[in-house]
């Protein structure tokens, strides 16, 4: 759940914090209130391509940072395996764009390449909207939600199935390595 999203000189917005609370949010406007806007930048703090105009006009940059609090464990497995500490339940996004294009990715103050930043943000947050693309359309998505739903004999299997390939690989530098040593012999 985002919990603080603090956005910087995107399109009309000079700068805004936003906090949420838990349960549900529901930004409500007139037109042009900046409903828009607020969404284009968690789409684009979580990865995503950003809107023409995206950095607001006379200024040099736009940043948006966003502050997540996760209670899932197999969203922090999923972290973890990506690389990223969740050791305090709490994960920080970040993502700054210069007026010429080029943008910088971070996750807990670590730069990170957009990539990361997107599938680490796939776990985190969906973003449902009037014709927007929906998580449950993405296959690793819908692998993701079978397996919650096989349970802990699935977990388990998959934990041993990981152990058993990475033995596996090993074997196999190792084979390789020795096979490298006789070709240096014969040579």
Do not use: W
Not at 28 to 52: H, Y
Not at 59 to 88: C, T, W
């Amino acid at each position: 759940m985002i919990v603080n999203l603090r956005i910087q000189n995107v399109a009309l917005i000079d700068q805004v914090e936003v906090s949420f609370a838990p349960g549900l949010n529901v930004l409500t406007g007139e037109t042009g209130a900046g409903k828009s806007i607020l969404v284009d930048s968690i789409n684009f703090m979580l990865g995503g391509r950003p809107v023409r105009d995206f950095v607001r006009m006379g200024a040099e940059f736009a940043h948006v940072e966003g502050i997540l609090e996760i209670d899932d464990p197999s969203v922090k497995e999923g972290l973890f395996e990506l690389g990223i500490d969740m050791s305090d339940g709490q994960i920080m996004l970040e993502r700054t764009m210069q007026t010429g294009g080029k943008s910088t990715c971070r996750i807990n103050g670590r730069t990170v390449t957009a990539g990361l930043l997107k599938e680490a943000a796939s776990l985190l947050v969906d973003v449902h909207g009037q014709h927007e693309h929906q998580s449950l359309l993405n296959p690793v998505k819908q692998m993701h939600l079978l397996d919650q739903f096989c349970g802990d004999e699935l977990t388990a299997l998959k934990t041993e199935l990981g152990g058993l390939l990475s033995r596996y690989r090993e074997t196999d530098r190792e084979l390789k390595s020795i096979a490298a040593v006789g070709n240096q012999r014969q040579e």
